[in-house]
């Protein structure tokens, strides 16, 4: 079950436009035939989409037709759609009472499962809907919206798209032959963003970012963004992330060491070390008081207890305990450990006690070519007893080479 749940979350990464459709297929079955689809046939269900209809050429754009009305939208999306044999067009149906704001989160709710891609087209019904870019959560794209949207314009903006043509250069001249209205908005600049991870998988990432955002004495114009923390340690500085957004620091139990990318643990949090990093970026959109409150947050909400007991399925007491008794050997034999080292232990063992039990092992790249002698290697090992008889665990040398780099080199 957690194997599948792990493919679960690498194929929502992966083909994230896909698998938004497959979600929204096994949505309306439920609804519809009250059928729950498994995970196992949501997967096959993706397989047979991806070997139906290959999206890969369209994904660098996403096209939405949004229209007040009952399906109006979707009437026009699938007539469209129909006519160009593969499906360009995604559509929202608008209720006529529906507020500016339930609008605007809508769409936003929409584009979050539309990760990966370029350029956006919104075309709309009404004029009034036209400001709407000003309020989505678009970042680092282009973006066109026409107004007073029909099944004529659709299906030639939607040509273009199929066709990998200039949709700008198509819609300008539509504009000169009909009486259509479009803007064009060009996000060159990067949208600030916070990167939470987590080792033991994207759940434990989200309970991080949770956390956080519950920090906040309100919301602020930063977006934390919930990632694969495998995959920053995979690409490093040449991850798409870094390409699509400006990432101010990352976040998280273990530290992907990325160049020139603060990194703040969950632990530094607890002692309040660098706390220097979070006063920078967030006291622009606080005054002393909202950062007095953020702060006394911070140091509430991130305990040890209630940092374990977020991120873990284990029992936080116990396996605090199991753990002080691993450090306490660790360090009659290797000597007294400084506060901030001590306390990333206590979070980085117990994430890895249940990484270990899920079987759900981290592949950490060794970049510094960084081993640990047998001594250290011996004392771990031993301490880690206590452990490996109470929950049938053997602690890998990956793991031990990390807890070297972490007490000696402050990885």
Do not use: W
Not at 227 to 238: A, E, R, T
Not at 274 to 299: P, Q, R, T
Not at 334 to 340: C, P
Not at 373 to 381: A, L
């Amino acid at each position: 079950k957690k194997d599948l749940i792990k493919l679960d979350e690498f194929l929502n990464l992966k083909y994230s436009r896909d698998y938004s459709i497959v979600n929204e297929i096994s949505t309306s079955i439920h609804l519809n035939l009250d059928i729950e689809l498994d995970i196992i046939m949501k997967f096959i269900l993706l397989i047979k989409l991806k070997d139906f209809n290959n999206l890969d050429k369209l994904n660098d754009t996403v096209a939405i037709i949004l229209c007040h009305g009952y399906s109006t939208a979707s009437s026009i999306a699938s007539s469209v759609n129909k006519m160009l044999g593969v499906n360009v067009f995604d559509a929202i149906d608008m209720q006529l009472d529906l507020s500016i704001e339930k609008t605007v989160e809508q769409l936003n709710n929409y584009l979050s499962s539309k990760s990966n891609y370029k350029d956006l087209i919104l075309l709309v019904d009404m004029g009034s809907l036209e400001d709407i870019y000003k309020f989505t959560n678009k970042i680092n794209s282009s973006m066109i919206i026409v107004n007073n949207v029909n099944t004529k314009t659709a299906l030639i903006i939607g040509s273009a798209i199929k066709n990998e043509e200039d949709v700008y250069s198509i819609i300008k001249g539509l504009n000169e032959t009909e009486p259509y209205q479009y803007k064009y908005i060009n996000e060159d600049i990067k949208k600030e963003v916070i990167l939470s991870v987590c080792a033991t998988g994207l759940g434990s990432a989200n309970k991080i970012k949770n956390l956080f955002e519950d920090s906040l004495p309100e919301a602020i114009p930063i977006n934390i963004i919930t990632y694969d923390y495998q995959k920053l340690v995979n690409n490093g500085l040449n991850d798409p992330v870094f390409d699509k957004y400006d990432v101010k620091f990352i976040i998280g139990t273990m530290n992907p060491c990325i160049e020139n990318i603060p990194f703040i643990a969950v632990e530094d949090l607890l002692l309040n070390v660098d706390a220097f990093i979070l006063d920078e970026l967030v006291s622009k959109y606080f005054d002393e008081e909202k950062m007095s409150l953020f702060k006394n947050n911070i140091m509430k909400n991130f305990t040890l207890n209630n940092i374990v007991n977020y991120l873990t399925i284990l029992n936080a007491e116990k396996v605090i305990e199991d753990v002080e008794i691993v450090i306490n050997s660790i360090e009659d034999r290797l000597g007294k450990f400084e506060a901030g080292i001590k306390m990333g232990l206590f979070v980085h063992l117990a994430c890895m006690i249940e990484r270990l039990i899920l079987r759900n092992e981290f592949v950490m790249e060794n970049r510094d070519n960084i081993t640990a002698d047998e001594r250290f290697i011996e004392i771990v090992k031993d301490a880690f007893s206590v452990v490996k008889n109470r929950y049938s665990v053997d602690i890998p040398d990956p793991e031990i080479i990390y807890m070297y780099k972490y007490i000696y080199n402050q990885a």
